[in-house]
């Protein structure tokens, strides 16, 4: 058996500026976190022939074509399997729609322990290339390529997102001080609201293309606080940091209607109030978790677990997807 694990993420800056109807026109670039939460699939070989898979439903089958799980399905289809005799089984710590990347996570996962099961090596590169061949090109998903790129890579990670398609990934310059602080002061707290990425990144993927003047400027602006975002955490000023999530938070809402709603909005107003320096949803928005630096990280937790908020506590991941077990 084969067993990968594969680290679910945070966006630090930039986020918006990895889907191809902008960056294929403009260059994208964003830092991305990966965090100690994640997908784990298994692939082992079962005794009888055919297709056994388990995630939130079972299938068992015979053709690859018939599997449901599009990700799976396309995954196999590139394996050229003869004889189908294989059994696959993904756990998450954390559910999907919640705005941390299990899509792209699960897809380098699942090509880690495919490519494994067959005695071969994937780099980094390579992973988060195939990954978003896969959910990009082959299913055309309306989604951009940090999720594929921070799993396979993890740390915290710059992306630079070329127009010819290619992507340049380098360590955040940080220092290891900066690191403890940043685990320490960044707070994730679920909404409770699960959200599908798709509408909202379809909207923004429509608007760039057609060259929506107002579209563009955000994610212009969205660019240069990536950036900023950047020189804030090498710097290690994360008062600044915190300043520019809540800039990002304000020209993230702009971008679509169903990013926010009254009660996102009056939890965020309720953690500025008890010393949150800024804050976001993670992802694409309408749901998922509601991340804050806090200048008090005590005094927001009280705070927001009095408003009935579950914090999910984490650790930056420097491993990236990889083999756990074989």
């Not at 018939?66 to 756990?91: F, G, N």
């Not at 005695?119 to 959910?135: N, P, S, T, V, Y």
Request: net charge neutral; proline share 3%; with cysteine.
């Amino acid at each position: 058996m084969i067993l990968t694990r594969s680290p679910l993420r945070i966006s630090l800056g930039g986020g918006g500026t990895d889907l191809p109807s902008y960056y294929r026109k403009y260059e994208g670039f964003l830092l991305a976190g990966a965090i100690d939460k994640y997908v784990y699939v298994s692939v082992t070989r079962p005794f009888a022939e055919g297709i056994y898979l388990k995630y939130a439903q079972i299938e068992k089958l015979q053709k690859v074509e018939d599997i449901q799980h599009p990700i799976i399905r396309e995954a196999l289809s590139m394996q050229e399997l003869k004889t189908p005799q294989i059994e696959i089984t993904t756990v998450a710590d954390i559910p999907a729609g919640t705005g941390l990347g299990s899509s792209g996570a699960f897809a380098t996962g699942l090509l880690r322990a495919l490519f494994a099961h067959r005695r071969k090596h994937m780099l980094a590169q390579e992973l988060a290339e195939m990954a978003c061949h896969i959910e990009l090109d082959r299913l055309g998903e309306p989604i951009g390529k940090q999720d594929q790129y921070i799993a396979a890579y993890g740390g915290l990670t710059v992306f630079t997102f070329h127009r010819d398609d290619t992507v340049t990934a380098e360590p955040l310059k940080i220092k290891i001080e900066t690191i403890f602080d940043l685990e320490d002061r960044l707070l994730l707290f679920f909404t409770g609201f699960i959200h599908s990425a798709g509408k909202i990144l379809k909207d923004q993927h429509e608007r760039s293309q057609n060259n929506e003047t107002e579209m563009l400027n955000n994610l212009h602006y969205v660019k240069n606080l990536g950036y900023r975002s950047k020189e804030a955490l090498e710097q290690g000023n994360l008062q600044c940091f915190g300043e520019l999530m809540h800039e990002h938070w304000e020209h993230k809402k702009v971008r679509s209607q169903g990013m926010s709603n009254p009660q996102i909005d009056a939890w965020y107003e309720l953690a500025t109030r008890s010393g949150a320096v800024g804050g976001k949803l993670v992802g694409a928005g309408g749901g998922g978790f509601l991340m804050f630096l806090a200048e008090d990280s005590s005094r927001l937790r009280r705070t927001m677990k009095s408003a009935g908020l579950e914090e999910v506590r984490f650790r930056f991941d420097f491993e990236g997807t990889k083999v756990v077990f074989s």
